[in-house]
């Protein structure tokens, strides 16, 4: 999972691209990256760390431009060196530079096609640069000098044709402006922003809708499935829906624990949907276990506690913050190797013994992937006194691995693969687990929208809406699981 942002300006963009990327930091910590556009030359700054680690005032202040992009991410495919960092630049044509949230599921046949079809090198094990190439070659192939709107549109049209997976893109084309697009199932979101300056209209993309609100923008919509829109170097909006779109099909996980609950996407607040997972989740409890023992819930900090109110309300039992949150530890869901994650669990979370001690506790978390962190807070809460701690997740089980930019590479990473909950509530060692169902989840994050046509849910169902290639969740699991990254790191060491 990555955060992306692209800002049109009517004056210098780096301070606020700089902003818009500490905002989106929850999206990824391993690296940050910066380009800007300036007089026909690109300008780019990109390292591994956090926004604040790579980027200081002098970084900063040689980024001039009125038009930039810039990217926040966690490793998925690549980025295991600094030079697969984003945005990454192609020369010809023109001179591209894109940053990439998501994941494509057929990057390794694309390469080998780029190299012996389009005579393009990938040099990383990165989808983004195999993406970046596919968008420089449909654009070489349009005829004509300096490419029209409708050419670039062609073009990305061509990248929907052969790329497959779940994406959204930001891109510097050198004399022609700033590009956006989302792939075609509208998987990963973007969303378009607008504003007025006194030297006239101001434009942004980015991942999510709050770094709209904190810089100033006004919200014209999310991008479509499929949707391509261009700034151009006059400043004029163009937008073109794509003939490839399909069915719309967004991201169940980002409203679950990725995005930040003062986001809108695909006209949902996420603040709003954790509410009715809480509300659907207490239903459960009170349909399946109605003489519940629970004295007290506690949220798993912090992206529970929204779910957690209402649950708490609807059961009549006291809500309280029994576990307090290092905020200087990163999200250990998106930390690299399980060790690292285990690790941090404990510098990030202290209890508050008070609301343990010789209670029945129901604790909340917003999803049980690899059980690292379950398992310790559920430790925590018995040396802390509690009597009987329970566990419940707003999200169904997660058995099977995500192929479209989240990190869940590894069915054998994942708790709940091959178990019943039975199991999975024995290996973490909770008196009780109680699971959200995942047509219930699925209803709490519609709400009342019917627009959509259904969500990537693949990680909990096991249905991938794009479909995959025999083999394909193997080769994955050889690549990037937690085992596959230590050896590499091993051996670069």
Same mark, same amino acid.
């Given at each position: 999972?990555?955060?992306?942002?692209?800002?049109?300006?009517?004056?210098?963009?780096?301070?606020?691209?700089?902003?818009?990327?500490?905002?989106?930091?929850?999206?990824?910590?391993?690296?940050?990256?910066?380009?800007?556009?300036?007089?026909?030359?690109?300008?780019?700054?990109?390292? #591994?760390?956090? %926004?604040?680690?790579?980027?200081?005032?002098?970084?900063?202040?040689?980024?001039?431009?009125?038009?930039?992009?810039?990217?926040? +991410?966690?490793?998925?495919?690549?980025?295991?060196? $600094?030079?697969?960092?984003?945005?990454?630049?192609?020369?010809?044509?023109? =001179? #591209?530079?894109?940053?990439?949230?998501?994941?494509? #599921?057929?990057?390794?046949?694309?390469?080998?096609?780029?190299?012996?079809?389009?005579?393009?090198?990938?040099?990383?094990?990165?989808?983004?640069?195999?993406?970046?190439?596919?968008?420089?070659?449909?654009?070489?192939?349009?005829?004509?000098?300096?490419?029209?709107?409708?050419?670039?549109?062609?073009?990305?049209?061509? !990248?929907?044709?052969?790329?497959?997976?779940?994406?959204?893109?930001?891109?510097?084309?050198?004399?022609?402006?700033?590009? *956006?697009?989302?792939?075609?199932?509208?998987?990963?979101?973007?969303?378009?922003?607008?504003?007025?300056?006194?030297?006239?209209?101001?434009?942004?993309?980015?991942?999510?809708?709050?770094?709209?609100?904190?810089?100033?923008?006004?919200?014209?919509?999310?991008?479509?499935? *499929?949707?391509? !829109?261009? %700034?151009?170097?006059?400043?004029?909006?163009?937008?073109?829906?794509?003939?490839?779109?399909?069915?719309?099909? $967004?991201?169940?996980?980002?409203?679950?624990?990725?995005?930040?609950?003062?986001?809108?996407?695909?006209?949902?607040?996420?603040?709003?949907?954790?509410?009715?997972? =809480?509300?659907?989740?207490?239903?459960?409890?009170?349909?399946?276990?109605?003489?519940?023992?629970?004295?007290?819930? #506690?949220?798993?900090?912090?992206?529970?506690?929204?779910?957690?109110?209402?649950?708490?309300?609807?059961?009549?039992?006291?809500?309280?913050?029994?576990?307090?949150?290092?905020?200087?530890?990163?999200?250990?869901?998106?930390? $690299?190797?399980?060790?690292?994650?285990?690790?941090?669990?404990?510098?990030?979370?202290?209890?508050?013994?008070?609301?343990?001690? +010789?209670?029945?506790?129901?604790?909340?978390?917003?999803?049980?992937?690899?059980?690292?962190?379950?398992?310790?807070?559920?430790?925590?809460?018995?040396?802390?006194?509690?009597?009987?701690?329970?566990?419940?997740?707003?999200?169904?089980?997660?058995?099977?691995?995500?192929?479209?930019?989240?990190?869940?590479?590894?069915?054998?990473?994942?708790?709940?693969?091959?178990?019943?909950?039975?199991?999975?509530?024995?290996?973490?060692?909770?008196?009780?687990?109680?699971?959200?169902?995942?047509?219930?989840?699925?209803?709490?994050?519609?709400?009342?929208?019917?627009?959509?046509?259904?969500?990537?849910?693949?990680?909990?169902? *096991?249905?991938?809406?794009?479909?995959?290639?025999?083999?394909?969740?193997?080769?994955?699991?050889?690549?990037?699981?937690?085992?596959? +990254?230590?050896?590499?790191?091993?051996?670069?060491?």
């Amino acid at each position: 999972m990555c955060g992306i942002v692209g800002i049109f300006g009517r004056s210098p963009v780096a301070a606020r691209l700089y902003d818009a990327m500490t905002i989106l930091q929850h999206r990824g910590q391993d690296a940050a990256g910066m380009t800007t556009l300036d007089d026909g030359r690109m300008r780019s700054a990109r390292g #591994i760390g956090l %926004v604040r680690d790579v980027f200081g005032e002098q970084s900063v202040a040689g980024l001039t431009g009125d038009i930039g992009i810039g990217h926040v +991410r966690y490793p998925t495919a690549g980025c295991d060196r $600094p030079d697969e960092t984003q945005p990454m630049y192609v020369n010809s044509p023109c =001179g #591209i530079a894109l940053g990439h949230n998501g994941n494509l #599921i057929n990057s390794d046949r694309l390469s080998a096609e780029l190299f012996a079809q389009d005579r393009r090198h990938i040099n990383t094990e990165s989808d983004s640069e195999v993406l970046l190439n596919c968008l420089a070659h449909e654009l070489a192939i349009q005829p004509g000098g300096s490419p029209t709107p409708a050419q670039i549109f062609a073009a990305v049209d061509g !990248v929907h044709r052969r790329c497959r997976g779940g994406y959204a893109a930001v891109a510097l084309i050198a004399g022609v402006g700033l590009l *956006g697009f989302r792939d075609p199932h509208g998987i990963r979101p973007a969303v378009l922003g607008r504003r007025e300056s006194d030297d006239g209209e101001e434009y942004i993309i980015a991942s999510e809708s709050v770094v709209l609100d904190i810089l100033g923008f006004e919200l014209v919509s999310d991008l479509a499935p *499929g949707e391509a !829109v261009l %700034v151009d170097m006059d400043g004029q909006l163009h937008r073109h829906a794509s003939p490839e779109a399909r069915s719309h099909t $967004p991201c169940l996980f980002e409203y679950v624990y990725f995005a930040r609950p003062d986001s809108m996407i695909d006209d949902l607040s996420v603040y709003k949907v954790r509410l009715r997972m =809480g509300e659907a989740l207490a239903e459960k409890i009170l349909r399946e276990w109605p003489d519940h023992d629970i004295d007290v819930v #506690i949220p798993v900090p912090d992206t529970s506690r929204t779910a957690c109110l209402p649950l708490a309300h609807m059961l009549g039992v006291k809500y309280r913050e029994g576990l307090m949150k290092n905020r200087y530890i990163g999200r250990t869901f998106i930390m $690299p190797g399980q060790e690292e994650r285990a690790r941090s669990v404990r510098r990030k979370l202290n209890t508050i013994p008070l609301e343990f001690r +010789r209670k029945n506790v129901l604790l909340v978390d917003d999803s049980i992937v690899r059980g690292t962190t379950s398992r310790q807070i559920i430790q925590m809460a018995r040396e802390a006194g509690a009597n009987k701690v329970y566990l419940a997740s707003a999200s169904p089980p997660v058995r099977y691995p995500n192929v479209y930019g989240i990190d869940m590479p590894a069915a054998s990473e994942l708790i709940a693969a091959g178990r019943s909950e039975e199991e999975v509530c024995a290996a973490i060692g909770a008196d009780r687990l109680i699971y959200q169902d995942l047509e219930a989840l699925e209803q709490a994050v519609r709400g009342k929208n019917q627009k959509l046509d259904g969500f990537d849910s693949s990680c909990f169902s *096991g249905k991938y809406v794009t479909g995959l290639e025999d083999g394909y969740l193997e080769a994955l699991e050889a690549r990037r699981s937690d085992a596959a +990254r230590m050896q590499r790191r091993g051996q670069s060491g």
